[in-house]
Structures are given as structure tokens and as C-alpha cells.
């Protein structure tokens, strides 16, 4: 749970300033014309039309919610493993900064305690329950940028993460079936969060997360999703949330195939570890997002489109498996007949025009394209694609 008085937070920030007399209803309704058309938080709108003091505010807001007031100029040292734990994209993203952890309660520093989204997702991102104290935007910034910026937190390696080797500690052994992870998690049910998926070796990137434990069953269900749909040659996995279900698919030779699927209480968990592989925001379960990254199973390497699409019931994921030393073939042996392929060779070897390259998923459209592209590559000429 995340500690704070959520009684008051039901109602919102500017009708209870008015309740209290801080402001008038006819300085509420201006400012709130002005975040409709521009845009930005009500308490920067309210402070910038000197309605509303920051010291006020804030003071407001902390006797509301329950929660302190402190200085991040006179807090002293962040120590480097708190701020490891929250990625530099979502403190930026949500104006906070972690200062404080002590056991398993992690307090952070923000200026709108009452963006309870944050809260929630710090919660899932972590582990960890949240405490929450109020501090000044303007020092949370500064605070960024001193933790973030001066190197205090661990740099992300120069290229995204691959899982390649999939860690030590996803490693499977041969045979192993998703029942066989499931089965293992029984004795321990409850003691498996998102922290311990999204803080693995392999996952070290831009979102800096922190290993938490060695053994992350999560980490070993995606290995073995993503291990055994290149083992099957699956074109895609299709990862779907229901009100009381949890569905995983592979489409094998264009026909989408049932497999067997952890429970639904890791789609979660799931959703996020794949997020993290594929160098998206996990803070952000709200809007699509489309990624990509490459993995090594057994030395194949097969290159993965991820796309997340929201749902009712949570996020609906689709990964598309692309095998880089199958994309890579002459055109010869692509199936065209004699006749078709002159006429082929001759449209991409005209200096102008378009090539209208269409079928069902499956079918070769990316093979076809990428044997054009190897096809055409050579030193006088100058290739760029776009998607």
C-alpha cells in the first residue's frame, strides 16, 4: 500500500483549496479555463497567477494528504542504491526522486501527492511500498539532476540488452515447461513482484533497475516464452489479458495456437519484464508503445518487434519474431517462378517508382523485402529505409 491519508485525495486538489478558503470558486474556474486550453499542473497554474503561494500550497497539501514537508537542499546524501531503484525516465516523467528506503518501504520526494497513477506505478515498478513526502518542484529538479545527471546512478550500456544468454538467473535447464516454473513458485506464492523481473543483469539499461534477487521466476517465464516460440518457429506471440483468464498464443504457419500460460496474476509482471527488455517506458501502461530488441537462442539470432496496446483488463502484448539469418536470402530462392522474377529484378533495378509488397502475416513480406534490400546494397549506392 502506499502510506498516505486517501481520504482526501478522492476529491480534487482544487475544490478542496476552495473548501478551505485558500482560494475563491471564480479564481478555480480561471484556473482551470487556463489548464483546459494550455495545459499543466493546476498548482503551477495557481502559483503562477499568485492565487496560491508554493509555500502554502505545499504546507496545504501535506497537512491534506498526511504527509511531510522537507527541504532537499538541507536532506543530505541520497544514497546511490535508492536512486538506482527508480529509472531516470519515470522520476522525470512524474517530477519525484527517491530518497529514502528502510526495509521494504521506499519514500520519495514529489511535488503532487495527489498524482496517485505515480504512486501505484512506483509500487508495481519496485516492489516496494511507498511513502510519500512533499518537497519543492524546483528542488526535486535539481535533485534529478544532481543524482541522474552526475553520474551518481549506474550509466546504461551502449546497446540495448539482449536476451541472448537469457542470465544466470533465467537460465533454463533443458525440458523445463512452464508448470515446472509455476510448480517452483507454490512454496514462495506472494514473494514474487515486478522488482525481481524487471532487476536482472541482462536487463540493465536506461531504466537502471536493481537486482533484487537472484532467482526471478518471471524472468525464466518470458525466457521460456520467447525460447520456445523461436523453437517452434512461431511468427508471433500474442500475450492477452481477460477479466479471470490469461492467454498466450503463437501463430504457427498463420494460425494462432493456444500454449500453455502463467497464472494471471504474473500479466503484470509479464507485460513489464518484456517492456524493460524492449527499452520501453514501464511507467507507462496507459498509451501504445512499440519497441524492438534481438535475442540468441541455441545462436540463432531473431530480431523482435514489441508492440503494447492498454486494455480493460491490462496490457495486451505482441511480440513479431523476425530470423536474421532467414531475412538475408537471394532472390532465387524466394519461390518465384523464371518469368516472375526477371519481371521482379527489372522493377527494382529501375531508378524511380514503387514496389507494393502485400500478404497476410507470414507469408514473406519482410523476407522478400529484406533479400530486395541485400539484393540492391552495394558501394555506389545509397540505401535508407523507414517504418
Do not use: W
Amino acid at each position: 500500500m502506499v502510506v498516505r491519508n486517501t481520504s482526501s485525495l478522492k476529491k480534487k486538489l482544487g475544490d478542496i483549496l476552495v473548501e478551505v478558503g485558500i482560494i475563491t470558486p471564480d479564481q478555480l474556474k480561471q484556473a482551470v479555463e487556463i489548464q483546459r486550453t494550455q495545459g499543466g499542473k493546476l498548482g503551477d497554474i495557481l502559483k503562477q497567477l499568485n492565487f496560491c503561494s508554493e509555500d502554502v500550497l505545499l504546507a496545504f497539501l501535506g497537512r491534506q494528504c498526511g504527509a511531510s514537508y522537507i527541504s532537499l537542499t538541507e536532506y543530505g546524501q541520497i544514497p546511490s542504491d535508492v536512486i538506482n531503484l527508480v529509472p531516470e525516465s519515470v522520476v522525470r516523467h512524474q517530477s519525484l526522486i527517491p530518497i529514502s528506503r528502510e526495509g521494504n518501504v521506499l519514500t520519495i520526494a514529489m511535488s503532487d501527492p495527489l498524482n496517485i497513477f505515480a504512486t501505484d506505478d512506483l509500487k508495481l515498478l519496485t516492489g516496494c511500498e511507498i511513502k510519500v513526502v512533499i518537497a519543492s518542484e524546483k528542488e526535486i529538479e535539481s535533485a534529478i539532476e544532481t543524482y541522474y545527471i552526475s553520474g551518481l546512478a549506474p550509466a546504461a550500456p551502449a546497446q540495448a540488452p539482449s536476451a541472448a544468454s537469457f542470465g544466470e538467473s533465467g537460465t533454463l535447464p533443458a525440458g523445463t515447461s512452464m508448470q515446472d516454473i509455476v510448480k517452483s513458485l507454490e512454496p514462495a506464492a506472494g514473494s514474487v513482484d515486478v522488482q525481481q523481473v524487471e532487476t536482472e543483469p541482462e536487463t540493465s539499461n536506461a531504466y537502471q533497475l536493481k537486482l533484487e534477487s537472484e532467482d526471478a521466476p518471471v524472468v525464466k517465464m518470458v525466457n521460456l516464452l520467447l525460447a520456445n516460440a523461436v523453437k517452434n518457429r512461431a511468427s508471433d506471440i500474442h500475450i492477452e489479458c481477460y477479466e479471470s483468464s490469461f492467454r498466450v498464443r503463437y501463430r504457427l504457419d498463420g494460425v494462432l495456437c493456444n500454449q500453455p500460460a502463467p497464472p494471471k496474476k504474473y500479466q503484470n509482471a509479464i507485460a513489464s519484464r518484456i517492456k524493460v527488455m524492449a527499452n520501453l517506458d514501464v511507467a507507462e501502461r496507459r498509451l501504445p508503445q512499440d519497441g524492438r530488441m534481438k535475442i540468441r537462442v541455441d545462436g540463432t539470432e531473431v530480431n523482435l518487434r514489441i508492440s503494447t496496446m492498454p486494455t480493460v483488463h491490462g496490457e495486451k502484448v505482441v511480440v513479431r519474431l523476425l530470423d536474421a539469418a532467414k531475412l538475408k536470402v537471394d532472390l532465387t530462392g524466394l519461390g518465384f517462378d523464371t518469368n516472375s522474377l526477371d519481371v521482379y529484378r527489372k522493377a527494382i533495378h529501375s531508378p524511380q517508382g514503387i514496389i507494393l509488397i502485400t500478404g497476410p502475416t507470414g507469408s514473406g513480406k519482410s523476407t522478400t523485402i529484406y533479400s530486395t534490400l541485400s539484393d540492391l546494397n552495394c558501394m555506389d549506392r545509397n540505401i535508407i529505409t523507414i517504418e
